[in-house]
């Protein structure tokens, strides 16, 4: 065609010319017949002279010449495409036949012997099935076929194709169709190369399965996909000729609720496990911390039968956070980081996490765990979120159907821009406190270090100055803290009594330098330089950051959430709902209370709340969130606090103080409740209206030294809307009254006399 154009494109203008001319001449022709042609000149073609015609000869042969052969072409172009298009359907008709007639070890046989393949070994079959008794004819040279080395590895069939096994035959890899009920097939290890197996048909069956072009369903085993195992897998050894096979696990077919599954990790050797992620989970936990471990027990508490799956970019089970800063650091045991085991203030020993791995099920087995349970995929992250999917992917691109999700991210510790702009050489000495690998990471810089800064004066920025320095009793390790403020916990405690902490806080062996801003931080000679904005200077060998928390709300974007732009995170309706079917709970759940207004908490207290309304909420409680949750720090086993409300040193406030006994302190209050997480045992007590005291109080915010306990009211517009119960415990429910109640009181002193703080 292109040579066609080509030989068009040169012709064209002789073609015009040509029509042109004979177009005058029989004008004028006709002209001639009426009146005289004797001035008339003859038109000629613009190529030749006049008069001439054998131009227009030449013209119309390679007219006529180029018509014939793009005539010729075409036909020949449009007979090929008929033929390459017949060509085509009868390949795609063929093709069903020609994939299996291709497989080398997958083929249909009612009655033949089965051909063996190339990657096979001859081993006995067995079973409970007459045939799996009978002598077994050799195959011949045609069937055997090459011997196979140690080398290759099992050619697997695809989803789509079924086998069977014959009684007659050797055991080759196939995947049966089969009854629901028939066990999968084991992997054998033999001692020279590797056998899939597949068990016999029942006596009963059909002879021949049907080959479909549909997915394999759960009960055929496959080394690529594997089913849900249900909580019980059985194990079967089958035995070789020659020396001994090892016994392989095989899940069972029988699956209630059959889901598709993702291979996560593949194994070369037949002997090593394969972990699954489900592709769908009933109830997805995105978070694996105190939020979700309450949801997912609310929930199946509430639904026996819930299938909860809890996905947590760490790699540790759900565990408690307070111990990381408080009691892991007091621990005797030198191998505590390994453990993770520590003794409360009462003396009893606890692990942080919150249940042993025999609690949870594997994610593998969620789908098909009859009575349901709950599962934690560890080192994963969601990435994105389809809202109207009802689907999440994960960091290596897994997705997972949901229909019910909780998002309880919780936060990033906070780093000053100042570190983070000082280089690598500082950013490696530097620790961000959240996490168990960031406490392994910090005890072990502790015994390698001779100095460590804490920068930070608020709950764990103090808890840690005070652990670092009971520490630092024993060795020669500095332990300076440096913070803005006038004190410790200056934010939260009135000045009279952040000082009073400041001196307690430099008692344990701290160094404090309180009005300290940060200016610069530099690496010089194998030492950190922090530089103050009022030209102090200290060296240290390590930096411990304690500047807050951001709550992580990467999901936010992509679920399309609305994120809070005072105080962070996900805002949320008043039963901890953002969308339709996702609820948030923890650190990262922005909320309305109903009587201090939207807060965002970051507590353990409320985290245990939080996430145990919106595991309800998710089970179709339709609860409301009112509740007031409550914080706790100690300063070592003889000082500690719980607070409740809005604690801003900003506020006004009235405290009222008493002498302590040797009954307060956080020790003896763990001995009495038995558990050293008091919000787990606050939580769950109800408010009821207390005795007060008939002991005589003091004046309120007494000129003393020593606090030894006492209460402290923050007040906005003349009502309570915090306390602080000083070496005071087990009186929250009776705090938390106070504050729903919301009313005005003349005489705070009287209200004091609710905690009893005036009984010895």
């Known amino acids: 065609m292109l040579k066609c154009k080509t030989v068009w494109r040169k012709l064209a203008p002789l073609a015009r010319a040509s029509s042109t001319a004979c177009r005058q001449n029989v004008r004028r022709a006709g002209l001639n017949n009426v009146r005289s042609p004797a001035l008339v000149p003859v038109s000629h073609m613009s190529t030749g002279g006049a008069g001439g015609g054998g131009e227009n000869k030449l013209y119309v042969l390679l007219v006529g010449a180029a018509c014939v052969g793009g005539a010729a072409y075409a036909y020949q172009t449009v007979k090929g495409d008929s033929q390459r298009y017949q060509d085509r359907l009868a390949e795609i008709a063929s093709r069903p036949n020609?994939?299996?007639?291709?497989?080398?070890?997958?083929?249909?046989?009612?009655?033949?012997?089965?051909?063996?393949?190339?990657?096979?070994?001859?081993?006995?079959?067995?079973?409970?099935?007459?045939?799996?008794?009978?002598?077994?004819?050799?195959?011949?040279?045609?069937?055997?076929?090459?011997?196979?080395?140690?080398?290759?590895?099992?050619?697997?069939?695809?989803?789509?194709?079924?086998?069977?096994?014959?009684?007659?035959?050797?055991?080759?890899?196939?995947?049966?169709?089969?009854?629901?009920?028939?066990?999968?097939?084991?992997?054998?290890?033999?001692?020279?190369?590797?056998?899939?197996?597949?068990?016999?048909?029942?006596?009963?069956?059909?002879?021949?399965?049907?080959?479909?072009?549909?997915?394999?369903?759960?009960?055929?085993?496959?080394?690529?996909?594997?089913?849900?195992?249900?909580?019980?897998?059985?194990?079967?050894?089958?035995?070789?000729?020659?020396?001994?096979?090892?016994?392989?696990?095989?899940p069972a077919a029988e699956t209630p609720e059959p889901q598709s599954t993702v291979v996560t990790e593949t194994a070369a050797d037949p002997g090593l496990s394969l972990a699954k992620v489900p592709s769908?989970?009933?109830?997805?936990?995105?978070?694996?911390?105190?939020?979700?471990?309450?949801?997912?027990?609310?929930?199946?508490?509430?639904?026996?039968?819930?299938?909860?799956?809890?996905?947590?970019?760490?790699?540790?089970?759900?565990?408690?956070?307070?111990?990381?800063?408080?009691?892991?650091?007091?621990?005797?045991?030198?191998?505590?980081?390994?453990?993770?085991?520590?003794?409360?203030?009462?003396?009893?020993?606890?692990?942080?996490?919150?249940?042993?791995?025999?609690?949870?099920?594997?994610?593998?087995?969620?789908?098909?765990?009859?009575?349901?349970?709950?599962?934690?995929?560890?080192?994963?992250?969601?990435?994105?979120?389809?809202?109207r999917g009802n689907k999440v992917q994960l960091d290596d691109d897994t997705e997972i159907s949901y229909d019910k999700c909780l998002i309880a991210t919780g936060g990033e510790p906070r780093n000053l821009q100042v570190i983070e702009r000082a280089g690598e050489e500082v950013m490696k000495r530097t620790t961000l406190f959240r996490k168990i690998e960031d406490f392994k990471a910090l005890d072990k810089v502790s015994r390698n270090v001779k100095s460590i800064t804490i920068i930070g004066g608020g709950f764990l920025g103090s808890e840690l100055a005070c652990a670092l320095g009971r520490r630092s009793n024993e060795s020669d390790l500095e332990v300076v803290q440096m913070f803005p403020e006038k004190g410790n916990m200056g934010k939260v405690l009135p000045e009279y009594l952040s000082n009073w902490t400041t001196e307690k806080v430099k008692k344990e062996g701290v160094k404090v330098i309180t009005e300290a801003l940060v200016k610069s931080v530099t690496y010089k000679d194998d030492k950190v330089e922090i530089q103050l904005k009022d030209g102090r200077v200290v060296n240290t060998d390590h930096i411990v950051a304690a500047v807050g928390l951001e709550p992580s709300v990467d999901l936010a974007k992509s679920a399309g959430l609305e994120v809070d732009s005072d105080f962070g995170g996900y805002r949320v309706n008043a039963e901890l709902q953002a969308r339709s079917n996702i609820w948030v709970a923890g650190d990262a759940a922005c909320f309305y209370d109903i009587r201090l207004g939207r807060r965002r908490v970051e507590h353990h207290d409320h985290a245990v709340v939080s996430g145990r309304l919106a595991g309800e909420n998710m089970t179709g409680a339709s609860k409301p969130y009112w509740h007031q949750s409550m914080f706790w720090s100690d300063l070592g086993p003889d000082v500690g606090y719980e607070a409740i409300g809005i604690v801003d040193s900003s506020l006004p406030t009235v405290g009222v103080f008493a002498k302590a006994t040797a009954k307060d302190t956080p020790k003896a209050a763990t001995e009495k409740s038995g558990t050293g997480i008091r919000s787990e045992s606050e939580t769950e007590a109800v408010a009821v209206s207390p005795v007060a005291s008939s002991t005589p109080s003091p004046s309120p915010m007494q000129q003393q030294d020593e606090y030894g306990k006492g209460v402290i009211f923050y007040l906005r517009d003349k009502v309570v809307v915090g306390i602080i119960l000083w070496n005071v415990f087990n009186r929250m429910p009776i705090a938390r009254k106070i504050i729903k109640d919301g009313e005005e009181h003349a005489d705070l002193n009287e209200v004091a006399k609710l905690f009893n703080i005036h009984e010895d």
């Open 280 to 387: 769908h989970a009933p109830y997805l936990l995105i978070g694996g911390g105190t939020a979700s471990f309450a949801a997912a027990r609310s929930i199946r508490a509430r639904d026996p039968g819930a299938k909860v799956l809890i996905v947590t970019d760490e790699p540790d089970l759900p565990y408690m956070r307070p111990p990381l800063s408080k009691e892991l650091w007091f621990s005797d045991d030198p191998s505590v980081t390994d453990t993770l085991r520590f003794k409360q203030w009462n003396g009893k020993e606890r692990s942080i996490y919150f249940q042993p791995p025999s609690f949870y099920i594997s994610p593998e087995d969620l789908a098909s765990t009859e009575n349901g349970g709950v599962a934690v995929l560890t080192g994963r992250k969601v990435l994105h979120m389809d809202v």
């Open 98 to 250: 020609k994939s299996a007639t291709e497989q080398p070890t997958t083929y249909i046989q009612s009655e033949a012997p089965a051909v063996q393949s190339t990657e096979t070994v001859e081993v006995p079959e067995q079973g409970s099935e007459p045939q799996a008794t009978e002598k077994k004819e050799p195959p011949s040279a045609e069937e055997a076929g090459p011997p196979a080395t140690a080398t290759e590895e099992p050619v697997v069939p695809s989803p789509s194709e079924t086998t069977q096994l014959s009684p007659a035959a050797e055991p080759v890899v196939e995947a049966p169709e089969e009854p629901a009920e028939q066990p999968a097939a084991p992997v054998v290890e033999d001692a020279a190369e590797p056998v899939i197996e597949a068990p016999e048909e029942p006596a009963e069956q059909p002879a021949a399965p049907v080959v479909e072009d549909e997915p394999a369903p759960p009960s055929e085993p496959l080394p690529t996909e594997l089913t849900e195992q249900p909580p019980a897998p059985a194990v079967e050894t089958v035995e070789s000729e020659s020396p001994t096979t090892t016994a392989a696990e095989t």
